[in-house]
């Protein structure tokens, strides 16, 4: 992780308030030995090149889902990463499927979110 954490601040020059790793405890896990998920927070830099380059990582998918990638190959105990813009509410999550693919989470009705939802699945704003 923190590799990853290193090549998001040096070579994209996108700033990061922190990394943290926590257990899973929000959904229904299919996994026995991965227990963990981890948050990269991106900062929302107050000049526009440094928020235009923060923008531009959360918006890309790609590099996300490589990121992502690169930290569940590499930590064992890893089976969700979340990329998040530091101090709102903007989360793009990556799943580790059953199937062993990586997947971005599949967005549900904010009504659903009182049941536990299936793994892949949350309540996105």
Known sequence: MVEVG??????????LANIDTSAINRQVNPFKDK??????AVLDSNTSELRARSLAFMNSFKLQK?????????????AIVNFAM??????VTWYLMPNSRIQREVCIDPIASN???????????
């Open 6 to 15: 290193r090549d998001i601040s040096e070579r994209l020059k996108v700033s």
């Open 35 to 40: 227990n963990y998920e981890v948050t990269i």
């Open 66 to 78: 490589r990121y992502a990638e690169e930290i569940m190959k590499n930590c064992s105990s890893i």
């Open 86 to 91: 530091f101090g709102g509410d903007w989360f």
């Open 115 to 125: 049941r536990k939802q299936p793994w892949g699945f949350g309540t996105c704003l």
